[in-house]
Every structure is written in C-alpha cells, then in structure tokens.
C-alpha cells in the first residue's frame, strides 16, 4: 500500500509491504498550498510516486489538509468523542486515472463552552501510536505549528484543544519589537540553555502572557538576557504557557509524538514542569496509514 | 515653553503660554526611528517648530523615546517606587547651536519575581493626569502598542505593567494564519459589535491565549464567526486577555489614558468585565510637559 501524509506545506508518502514492513519513504515540499495553484493534486501525487503506482500499487490513502476545503476532496470532519472505527468510516474515495484512493477525514471537537477545535493529520499519528500507547487514559501532546494535547480513553479519542504556540514564536521572531533583540536562530534542541529553563520558569508566575512577553524586550534592554539567548528564552515562555494552560495533572507521564528537534524542547519543559515525558516513535504517521489502510498492525 | 512629544514613530510638538493656555500644537511623522538614519535631532526639531524657537522660545522638555539609546540623549530611568518631584530631578539637559532642552527620564519597575519593566512618555501623560485623578490610590490603564497599568498611591509611581496587545494584535492581523480569515479593517470603535463582547467573553474561560487564538481560525471554519467580524473577535479577545490577566480588583473605577478609538475598545471591554472606566482627557502629555517644565498645572 501506499501511504500519503499531506499538509500544508508538504507531502510525506510512504511504501508498506504486506508485512506491514515500510520499504520506501518520499518527501516532497509538496504542500497543498504549493500545488492547488499550477498543479493538479493527481499530477502532484503521480509525481513523487508515479514509479510505485506503474509498480501496481492499488491501495492508496492520504491523511493531513489534503482533505480540507482547499485540499483535493473535502472530507467531513468527525466528531469527538469518537473511535479507530468511526474515523476509518469517515474516510471518502477520489479517482483519477483507473486509480482510486481514500481520504481520512479530521477530527471536530466542541469545548466546554462550546468553541470549536479540529485537526487533520494528527488523528493518523495518533491511531499509529495508539499500539504503543495501549488502553487507559492517556493526555498525548503532539508539538507543532498548531500544537494538539488530546485525551484519550480506552482509546476512544475524547477531545482535544489546539495552540497557535509555534507559529506565534515564528511571528514573534521575525515580525515584533523582540525579533529585533535576537542575533541568531534558536540553539539546537540538544544544547538548550538555562534561558529555555527560565523562559519555562516565567510562564508559572502571574502576569499573563501579554505581559511576559514584553519582558523579554525589558530584560534585553537591561542586559540580564543576551541577545543570543532571547530567541531561546522566548520558546521557553510560550511552550511553559501552553503547557500550564493545559493543566495537566501533577506528575503524569505525558506521551509526546512529533518532530525530534521541537519534541526536545517539550520534554525539557515538561521535565522543568514536574511531569515525566515519553517521546514516542516519530514513524506514526505511516503506522497510522497502515492500519487504517488494512485495518493491521504494522510492524515494529 | 515648548513641550514636545517625541515617540518612536511621531513627534508631537505643544506650544504653551505663561498662563499654561496651549497657543499651537503640531504633529509630525518624525518619530526617533525616522530621524537617526539622515537627519540629526536638532535638525528634526526645527523642522517642526523653528518658528517657534525664531520667536523667542528658551524653555524646551521633551519626554519619550527621544531619551532612550536610540534617541538624542539616553536619559537613565527612574526606579519605582518614585514621586513627581524624583522623575522631574532626573531629567538630563541637551545643548545645540545656543538653545537648550532637558529630556524626561522614563521609568523602571522590577515585579515580583525581579523581572524588570520600562516606560518611556507615559509618566509624563500620567503626570498630566495627576490634578485630574487626585489622591488615593488608582489603577490606571493606558491602551496602546504596548499597554501599561500603572498603580498609583497618593500620587506616587508604585509600580507598572506592560502589555503587548497592540503589537500583537497587528502581528496577528497582518501575517499569522488568523488574519487570512479577516477580509475587512476591524470596525470603528463606534460601532463595537457583539463579536468584540464575545472575544473579552472568552478571555475569561480556561484554555490560555495561544488556545483561545486558534479558536478564531476554527470558529471561522464552521461559519460561527463571520470573516467580517474576525478582527473585532480577535480584539476583544486580546484586549480581554490583557486585563484579565491585570486582575484589577471587581468594580473598581478604572480611569484610562490614550487615543480615543482604541481607548473606546477598552471602555467597552471594562464595562463588559464589570469594571467603571473612566476616561481621561487626551491632552495629558502636553499638560504634564508644562508641569514638568514650571512645576505649575495648566488651565483646564
């Protein structure tokens, strides 16, 4: 089978062989956004696995913004709470060609006071996490541009809430008063300083975010944040203020499913915070693939 | 006397008659960041009011950036907790081509937790204010780029905070994912809407800022938020968060210094969280400049 993970602004397909086995991997910067535009989204897809297709793979799925409004087919979101089952039978069929794929839809959530939340893709990753997660109640982070934090329940996906976190630092960095402090890119996940920690630190006191952030202006300004470090500083408060904003309970494990470099700065704040983080493998998007895909298991 | 107003994008220029009658009063898009890179300070400033100073004119103050590093002379902050008198001392004297001016230092105040805040200009306009607010204590806000509260204590400088409102607010409308949604200016202040009550509405639940952001794309998705009404939502919701956060004590009077149509968002946001706004007259700067200048008030 053939498993595409397609988003914004890229496209990840992946070969699985019967045995669940993935045999190739692709990566294109393929997004919806760059095709739509010249591009149908059948000749962006034939281009990144044309060869796998004329090899006779039949069995095709996609996840992620492919199927949002500006994607190839709009699929209807589905409803939390809801299962593996209901969202695998949410999946609608495109055809092109004699070829045939479907499309799994994203998932809807109401809050408390009824403000809704959605996602797509990320239900994917998490039905190919969900061997290694296993039954109970677990309160899964999944770090990103639109950060997710889900609650799941004897895998029942229950709700969730998504926060803007990353794509406010990238704004921050490049188009505000702060941008202007900061003489270089973020230090590597793997050499996160004592600014990331106070940053972290910051967001637990009162204040609001409002206020904290301007603070990184006025301890630039007085030389207690160099500037090499505000961009580090910076990541710490809004990945602290997500975090305390969740609330989660003291002390839980909190499994976290997402890229290794941002994964990394989570797990530093979520240790700074008290809570006991588990990265999960970063495979789940083609997990998630195969098994609605075959309704199996992939190998692991 | 000359008063002038010298912030980072304009320059607001008072000229003031023995009997504190404000005779003229100019403005100009001279603000700091303009001026430094072609043209020196004291030739900006003549560009302005040469005739003034041709006439005679000795007696200049200027207050704003103007006194920062990148300004014409950095002025050192005062520290709070400081009174009138104690930011009047602190002024710094600049001489060019026979005249001289003095600058007005702007204010530090370290929080709780020994994160330092800063102002520069709105001591002056809050100085202005003073006759108009009288004793006692008072929790002063002044709507802006970046916002700042002010407690006041028998007209005493206790302590301050600042906010990125502003700056975010036109971040956020201008480059973020939220402000493809929005196909309108936001409305004016005069006809607030009820999508503004529901962003400040908001602002009170659980979930954070970087939550409730993200809740004006998906509100947008599902056809609750009007792509018209996204900006006033956005507003309301940033404007609520800033004073929700502020954690002014329930229903006290909250006087409010600033430009009228911003400043008629947070009346509106005040009222709508239970607080009495009152708002302040907008001359406040030329008025502190003068007191600052001869120790005396103005004529109201």
New interface residues.
């Given amino acids: 089978m053939i498993g595409i993970d397609w988003g914004t602004s890229s496209l990840r397909a992946y070969r699985v062989d019967e045995q669940g086995d993935c045999t190739d991997k692709r990566d294109a910067a393929l997004g919806i956004m760059q095709v739509g535009k010249d591009t149908s989204f059948p000749a962006a897809l034939e281009s990144v696995v044309g060869d796998w297709l004329a090899a006779g793979e039949t069995q095709i799925i996609m996840s992620g913004m492919i199927g949002s409004?500006q994607g190839w087919l709009e699929v209807p979101y589905v409803q939390c709470p809801v299962t593996e089952r209901e969202i695998s039978e949410g999946r609608r069929e495109v055809t092109w060609s004699g070829l045939r794929a479907t499309i799994v839809p994203g998932l809807?959530c109401r809050?408390?006071?009824g403000?809704?939340?959605?996602m797509r893709g990320e239900e994917t990753q998490i039905i190919g996490a969900m061997p290694g997660l296993g039954d109970g109640e677990h309160l899964v982070c999944l770090p990103g541009t639109?950060s997710k934090w889900l609650v799941l329940r004897n895998r029942r996906f229950v709700s969730f809430?998504?926060?803007?976190?990353g794509?406010?630092y990238a704004?921050?960095k490049?188009?505000?008063?702060l941008g202007r402090l900061m003489t270089d890119a973020a230090a590597p996940a793997t050499q996160l300083n004592e600014y990331f920690d106070k940053g972290v630190e910051?967001a637990r006191?009162?204040?609001?975010?409002?206020?904290h952030?301007?603070?990184v202006r006025?301890?630039g300004?007085?030389g207690?944040l160099p500037h090499e470090a505000a961009s580090d500083y910076l990541s710490g408060l809004?990945i602290g203020?997500?975090i305390?904003?969740?609330?989660p309970p003291a002390r839980i494990i909190i499994p976290l499913l997402g890229a290794a470099a941002l994964t990394a700065r989570y797990v530093r704040a979520l240790t700074d915070l008290g809570y006991r983080p588990r990265t999960l493998d970063e495979d789940c998007a083609m997990r998630g693939l195969y098994r609605l895909c075959t309704g199996k298991g992939t190998r692991i």
């Avoid at 809430?161 to 976190?165: I, K, R, V």
């Avoid at 490049?174 to 008063?177: L, R, V």
């Avoid at 305390?244 to 609330?247: A, D, E, K, L, R």
């Fill in positions: 409004r809807a809050g408390p006071s403000v809704v939340d959605v639109h809430t998504t926060h803007m976190t794509e406010l704004l921050l490049q188009h505000s008063i910051r006191e009162p204040g609001g975010l409002l206020h952030l301007f603070g006025a301890e300004l007085f207690k809004l203020h997500e305390v904003s969740v609330q």
